[in-house]
């Protein structure tokens, strides 16, 4: 049961154009989701979040959206840079009682070319 | 400062053998996590702590043993290794703060 999907694997996208990376949820429990990025032989690392109460953060040239009544997420960035080139995983987070737990989707590779 | 740190980076091991994965953070956050990384799969969570004497399962306990030995570290036991458990291992602390957690460098592992 994949509580947060990332339905395309990878993605290619041009030096200096949009890359749209989409996440969507089925557990309307969550309230919080948040965006990592991960490069080869390292840990994830934080990139954006966003709360349930909001529809939209930015972070310089990222930008996250949410749509509740579709349950689904998105991030944007822009312009897209070759140092960009990394998987990204979409999370939600979820209060277990003891602590704050966070599911992953399966990420998805972004590769921005020259 | 280093964060979160795990050792080792790489481990072969045999089905059946046994061994260690450790994990330490100096950040004095009350909470740790072990996740495993599969092809496919995401980060499922194995085991986490929400404070120093307490573990909890996550999604995929199973062939795992932890030990929260104080508030700063906290170990990942195989106890007989199997090939299913061939996998790239992350420890995190969650900020107290956020929902974010911050990864250590991950532990790639082996298992024939």
């Known amino acids: 049961d994949q509580q947060v999907k990332q339905n395309s694997p990878s993605l290619s996208v041009q030096e200096g154009r949009i890359s749209i990376l989409n996440c969507d949820y089925t557990n309307s429990m969550f309230d919080y989701f948040l965006w990592y990025k991960k490069y080869p032989a390292e840990g994830p690392t934080f990139l954006i979040s966003?709360?349930?109460?909001?529809d939209k953060n930015e972070d310089g040239r990222f930008t996250v959206f949410l749509n509740k009544s579709a349950k689904h997420l998105s991030l944007h960035i822009v312009p897209s840079q070759p140092g960009d080139s990394a998987v990204y995983f979409c999370?939600?987070?979820?209060?277990?009682?003891?602590?704050?737990?966070?599911?992953f989707g399966t990420g998805t590779r972004l590769q921005v070319t020259l | 400062n280093a964060g979160v740190t795990q050792t080792p980076k790489f481990q072969v091991l045999k089905t059946g053998q046994s061994m260690t994965l450790q994990c330490a953070q100096d950040?004095?956050?009350?909470?740790m996590y072990w996740y495993r990384q599969d092809p496919g799969m995401g980060l499922r969570l194995i085991y986490y702590s929400a404070s120093e004497g307490t573990t909890d399962k996550g999604e995929v306990p199973n062939g795992y043993n932890v030990s929260r030995l104080n508030k700063r570290e906290f170990s990942l036991r195989l106890e007989s290794a199997a090939p299913s458990q061939t996998s790239v291992y992350f420890c995190a602390t969650p900020n107290p703060s956020s929902y974010t957690q911050y990864f250590g460098p991950g532990t790639r592992l082996t298992v024939l």
């Open positions: 999370a939600a987070s979820g209060f277990t009682g003891t602590a704050s737990k966070l599911t």
């Open positions: 966003i709360s349930s109460i909001k």
């Open positions: 950040m004095n956050h009350n909470s």
